[in-house]
């Protein structure tokens, strides 16, 4: 039986075998791709050799040293009851009279945030207070949300004197364990009994660790996801589904990462890096499916943001702080205060033909 792929082999042996030929007798063949003759070694191309070819592990100094994970980067993340209190922002909340769009403005407007006790949510959560919006904080860790939400107004009600205390901002705290649909709901119940309504939803509940993939322990990835995917998936269809029920427009801000686009080096963190992946795409195909009630889904991704617990991290190891820097063009790490105008905008009218979109806010990590 005639089998045209051995004719095909039989053709290609004798035109390399002529090939070969031609080049032994000092005849160049005409050809633009040099012909590589069978006992060649394949790494005589220096280009090559140092960087694909290269074995897993031994790049050394040079090749591909700072595109890898290091499975030995072993970041220690500190107890709960061993984090420092984020800090909130001091000096931006104030009456001010510099001209700005009106449609940024929240006034009037409830919004949640979740894991807002701390850090990104937190400060996130003051953006949102200090533009005229009523706020619930719900964080897994009741007692700290409770002090901030005293702060918070504290501090609004210093920075803008005189005020009419019906004028200040409510803010509330609730336990939710947002992985949790029952704690979800019942947090919801608590949210709607003290505000009447919810707006806007930001979920900043998450959190990463670090373990290579192979020796991850599965009941942590289940918790991993189960907070930053399940936590932001039942904290928005809550909120979308009150807001269809409402007939009320609404807009949802969830926090991903660049970590969802690119891969962090050194520290190995395969399962968070696809969390966020999943998060940016949750807000994709949610602002598709809710764009007919008028709810807005977008996502903002931060790069590396200097809070309470990386500021922790970083002094422990100096040596991170260098890599990590070393791979961002504005040459530094963001502060929380970074998103404070991200995450106001768009949850604001001034987004209003913004959804489905991811605003990296990660000092151009991931455009190089
Ligand atoms: N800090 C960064 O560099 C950075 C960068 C990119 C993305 N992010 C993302 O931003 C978000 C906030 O991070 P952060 O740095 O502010 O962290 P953080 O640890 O300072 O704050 C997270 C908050 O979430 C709460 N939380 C954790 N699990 C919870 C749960 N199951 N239910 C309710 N609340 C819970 C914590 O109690 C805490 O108050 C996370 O989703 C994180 O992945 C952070």
Redesign the pocket.
């Known amino acids: 039986m005639f089998k045209p792929s051995f004719a095909r082999t039989a053709v290609r042996a004798a035109s390399q075998a002529r090939a070969a030929a031609r080049i032994a007798n000092g005849v160049r063949p005409i050809s633009t791709t040099r012909v590589m003759l069978k006992d060649e070694p394949k790494d005589k191309d220096p280009f090559t050799a140092a960087t694909t070819a290269a074995p897993g592990g031994a790049s050394g100094q040079h090749e591909g040293a700072w595109a890898r994970t290091d499975e030995n980067v072993k970041i220690e993340y500190p107890e709960?009851h061993e984090?420092p209190r984020?800090p909130i922002v001091q000096g931006r909340g104030g009456m001010h009279f510099k001209r700005t769009l009106a449609s940024f403005s929240l006034e009037g407007k409830v919004s949640v945030v979740?894991?807002?006790?701390?850090?990104?949510?937190?400060?996130m959560g003051q953006a949102l207070v200090n533009s005229g919006s009523h706020l619930a904080i719900?964080?897994?860790?009741k007692e700290?949300?409770e002090e901030q939400a005293r702060k918070l107004v504290q501090q609004f009600s210093d920075e803008n004197p005189g005020l009419d205390p019906e004028d200040l901002p409510k803010v509330t705290a609730h336990?939710?364990?947002?992985?949790?649909p029952e704690?979800v709901n019942k947090a919801f119940a608590e949210i709607l009994a003290a505000h009447g309504k919810v707006d806007s939803l930001v979920?900043?509940?998450?959190?990463?660790e670090n373990f290579d993939a192979i020796s991850y322990p599965y009941d942590r990835i289940k918790?991993l996801w189960?907070?930053?995917v399940d936590?932001?998936y039942l904290w928005s269809t809550t909120v979308a589904k009150h807001l269809m029920e409402r007939k009320s427009p609404g807009s949802i801000v969830m926090?991903?990462?660049?970590?969802g686009a690119i891969v962090n080096v050194p520290q190995p963190q395969a399962p968070?890096n696809a969390?966020?992946a999943a998060?940016r795409h949750l807000a994709a195909s949610f602002a598709v499916e809710w764009a007919g009630h008028n709810i807005r889904v977008n996502c903002i991704?931060?790069?590396?943001?200097?809070?309470?617990?990386?500021r922790k991290i970083l002094d422990e190891n100096p040596e991170l702080n260098k890599k990590w820097t070393s791979l961002i063009p504005v040459g530094k790490?963001?502060t929380?205060e970074d998103l404070m105008g991200a995450v106001t905008f768009l949850l604001s009218d001034a987004a209003r033909y913004v959804t489905g979109a991811e605003l990296r806010v990660?000092g151009g990590y991931t455009v190089t």
């Open positions: 709960d984090m984020s979740t894991g807002g006790a701390r850090g990104l949510g937190l400060v719900v964080d897994l860790n700290e949300a336990y939710s364990d947002v992985s949790d704690s979920t900043s509940a998450g959190f990463t918790k189960g907070v930053n936590g932001t926090i991903g990462s660049m970590s968070y969390a966020k998060v991704s931060p790069g590396y943001m200097l809070t309470a617990l990386t790490m963001g929380p990660d």
